[in-house]
């Protein structure tokens, strides 16, 4: 074929798109005529050697005939598409009975289940649901707990401190080791009388096993009154844990030892296995561990303002996250931050 010429690039194209009848074969051929090292690139590059009085003919002659081959180029592959599509049509089944695709749709997380059972049961025997800062003071996490810092149950202080600059009258930033700061934050804030609880996350510098982990979760309990005593304390965890486990939970009080609380109990609940007979879970005790409690300790009253000759209560603090681990039997307590959806998916 005798190379084209300006005049004849443009019958000549327009004859090929006529015949042309797929998608494929248009771009091609839109690429050999105006791409860059297309035939119209190439004629144009000769306008150099043209005189000036003829390099513009040639220019605009040029940009003409450019302009008509992209407009054809536009309409045939318009009506391309079109045909593509009405032939498509014509032979895709569209039914209207399949059933769409179900979208994923997560849950609550097994914590925050319990967590919000807690205090929903909580809610209902009159406490309120307080809140406390994960980097607490010392002073909050230890001093105003009545542990002084010469104190051995400073050894929690083994923790993660933040070094960042903070009010010394409080001493420097932890990561709260329990949730027992609030106890004092909320007595300062609010007075006498008073019926709270505290879910929150805790921090400790520690080794990670199957039910040992550096972050887990608390609920701290505080109850201000007159006349209160641990019978009342008694009757709220029964409560609690028989509504929480839908079965008949018995609570026992041993003596235990906390700075914060005067006299300090540990607090043990009957196994949810066998019911206090002995079985392999609660080590044939018939007891399970639960969680630290006691009478407010007078000092710990004082750092709140409280006044102990006219109010006295009771604390307990136990570990949420353990709940969870029993409540579901869940063996390894680092599946809960795991993340891992073929965990998630069984709750
Ligand atoms: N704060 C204690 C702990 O973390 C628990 C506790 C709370 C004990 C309140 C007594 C009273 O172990």
Same mark, same amino acid.
């Given at each position: 074929?005798?190379?084209?010429?300006?005049?004849?690039?443009?019958?000549?194209?327009?004859?090929?798109?006529?015949?042309?009848?797929?998608?494929?074969?248009?771009?091609?051929?839109?690429?050999?005529?105006?791409?860059?090292?297309?035939?119209?690139?190439?004629?144009?590059?000769?306008?150099?050697?043209?005189?000036?009085?003829?390099?513009?003919?040639?220019?605009?002659?040029?940009?003409?005939?450019?302009?008509?081959?992209?407009?054809?180029?536009?309409?045939?592959?318009?009506?391309?598409?079109?045909?593509?599509?009405?032939?498509?049509?014509?032979?895709?089944?569209?039914?209207?009975?399949?059933?769409?695709?179900?979208?994923?749709?997560?849950?609550? !997380?097994?914590?925050?289940?319990? /967590?919000? *059972?807690?205090?929903? &049961?909580?809610?209902?025997?009159?406490? #309120?649901?307080?809140? $406390?800062?994960?980097?607490?003071?010392?002073?909050?996490?230890?001093?105003?707990?009545?542990?002084?810092?010469?104190?051995?149950?400073?050894?929690?202080?083994?923790?993660?401190?933040?070094?960042?600059?903070?009010?010394?009258?409080?001493?420097?930033?932890?990561?709260?080791?329990?949730?027992?700061?609030?106890?004092?934050?909320?007595?300062?804030?609010?007075?006498?009388?008073?019926?709270?609880?505290?879910?929150?996350?805790?921090?400790?510098?520690?080794?990670?096993?199957?039910? !040992?982990?550096?972050?887990?979760? /608390?609920? *701290?309990?505080?109850? &201000?009154?007159?006349?209160?005593?641990? #019978?009342?304390?008694? $009757?709220?965890?029964?409560?609690?844990?028989?509504?929480?486990?839908?079965?008949?939970?018995?609570?026992?009080?041993?003596?235990?030892?906390?700075?914060?609380?005067?006299?300090?109990?540990?607090?043990?609940?009957?196994?949810?296995?066998?019911?206090?007979?002995?079985?392999?879970?609660?080590?044939?005790?018939?007891?399970?561990?639960?969680?630290?409690?006691?009478?407010?300790?007078?000092?710990?009253?004082?750092?709140?303002?409280?006044?102990?000759?006219?109010?006295?209560?009771?604390?307990?603090?136990?570990?949420?996250?353990?709940?969870?681990?029993?409540?579901?039997?869940?063996?390894?307590?680092?599946?809960?931050?795991?993340?891992?959806?073929?965990?998630?998916?069984?709750?």
């Amino acid at each position: 074929m005798p190379a084209s010429t300006l005049q004849s690039l443009l019958p000549e194209t327009l004859a090929k798109i006529e015949k042309i009848s797929d998608l494929k074969t248009l771009e091609n051929l839109e690429v050999e005529v105006l791409g860059r090292k297309g035939k119209l690139t190439d004629m144009l590059r000769g306008i150099k050697d043209l005189s000036d009085d003829k390099k513009k003919t040639f220019g605009q002659e040029a940009n003409k005939i450019k302009l008509e081959l992209e407009s054809a180029f536009a309409q045939k592959r318009d009506k391309l598409e079109k045909k593509a599509l009405s032939e498509k049509l014509k032979t895709e089944i569209f039914d209207i009975t399949e059933p769409g695709i179900k979208p994923e749709v997560g849950h609550v !997380h097994p914590l925050s289940k319990v /967590q919000w *059972e807690v205090e929903n &049961i909580f809610s209902q025997m009159g406490f #309120a649901i307080m809140d $406390g800062p994960e980097i607490e003071s010392e002073y909050f996490n230890f001093e105003g707990l009545n542990i002084p810092a010469h104190h051995p149950a400073r050894d929690m202080q083994d923790t993660f401190f933040i070094d960042k600059e903070h009010d010394p009258k409080f001493g420097k930033l932890v990561l709260r080791t329990h949730t027992s700061p609030v106890q004092v934050r909320t007595m300062q804030k609010y007075g006498a009388p008073l019926r709270i609880i505290v879910p929150g996350r805790v921090f400790r510098y520690e080794a990670t096993d199957a039910s !040992h982990d550096t972050t887990f979760d /608390q609920v *701290e309990g505080l109850l &201000i009154d007159k006349n209160i005593s641990l #019978a009342h304390l008694k $009757g709220v965890l029964e409560e609690l844990l028989t509504r929480l486990f839908r079965q008949k939970v018995v609570v026992r009080f041993r003596p235990g030892y906390f700075p914060f609380v005067e006299p300090g109990l540990e607090v043990d609940f009957s196994c949810l296995l066998c019911e206090g007979k002995g079985c392999r879970v609660c080590k044939h005790s018939g007891w399970m561990e639960f969680m630290g409690a006691g009478m407010v300790h007078e000092n710990v009253l004082k750092s709140g303002g409280i006044d102990p000759k006219e109010y006295q209560g009771w604390a307990f603090g136990f570990g949420l996250t353990r709940l969870v681990l029993m409540r579901y039997g869940i063996d390894d307590i680092r599946l809960l931050k795991s993340s891992d959806p073929r965990f998630l998916e069984q709750f």
